[in-house]
């Protein structure tokens, strides 16, 4: 099976912290993704990667940077924490463009 | 673009009670298209799919078929439990602009079933 883990379940962080959230997944997929979830607006992308060190931006790119330096991991990057990126935060994988995708577990930031 | 519209939840049930969900989609080209659900605390799982028109994809009871008549993918389950309660996604994976079959979301339809 297909696992897709995510480095917490839970986070608190303060406004202004860098924060680093990390996705591992372990079939060797080419494509993985980061998105956030919030009630009433489902998911949005904010950033994805087609293969090591390439990555392309979403539709809500804006307060975030990426990092894929190795195929099995990519890292989602808050440089300065604001309060509205509280959310839940999904990553997924997909072994190509033709194939479907496997979520993780997903990460509870909050902000304060 | 692509797009794909879900009935707004939640949707409330009875056990055992028939369930639909309506899904349409606007896309580029000949889509495939996938249910995914989130049951509470977790992330996403692939529930079914279909890749061409006709095509019926089926689990765990639930079905949907490709409509492309009407750009549709309704879900459907003859008698639900409550463990099937979750949030339910419609998608689907199309070209966009340089051909990179980034998947399109619904909203999400949170199913609530009572014994």
């Known amino acids: 099976d297909v696992k897709v883990t995510q480095s917490s379940r839970y986070l608190v962080k303060r406004t202004g912290e860098k924060v680093f959230l990390e996705c591992v997944q372990d079939m060797d997929h080419e494509n993985m993704f980061w998105y956030r979830q919030d009630p009433g607006l489902g998911l949005r992308l904010i950033y994805f990667s087609y293969d090591v060190k390439m990555k392309e931006k979403g539709d809500i790119p804006e307060g975030y940077s990426v990092s894929r330096e190795k195929k099995e991991r990519f890292s989602l990057i808050l440089e300065s924490a604001s309060t509205n990126q509280t959310s839940m935060y999904l990553c997924?994988?997909?072994?190509?463009?033709?194939?479907?995708?496997?979520f993780g577990p997903g990460t509870r930031l909050t902000v304060t | 673009g692509n797009s794909v519209t879900q009935m707004e939840g939640p949707v409330t049930l009875s056990e055992e009670a028939f369930l639909t969900i309506n899904c349409t989609y606007t896309a580029t080209g000949y889509p495939s298209l996938f249910w995914y659900v989130q049951y509470p605390g977790e992330g996403l799982q692939l529930l079914l799919k279909a890749t061409k028109a006709d095509d019926k994809g089926s689990n765990k009871g639930f079905e949907a078929t490709y409509r492309k008549e009407t750009t549709s993918f309704h879900l459907e389950k003859g008698s639900v439990q409550v463990s099937d309660s979750a949030v339910y996604f419609c998608a689907l994976r199309a070209p966009a602009t340089g051909g990179s079959y980034i998947p399109t979301f619904g909203r999400g339809t949170s199913l609530i079933v009572h014994p």
């Open positions: 997924a994988s997909r072994l190509d463009r033709g194939y479907e995708q496997y």
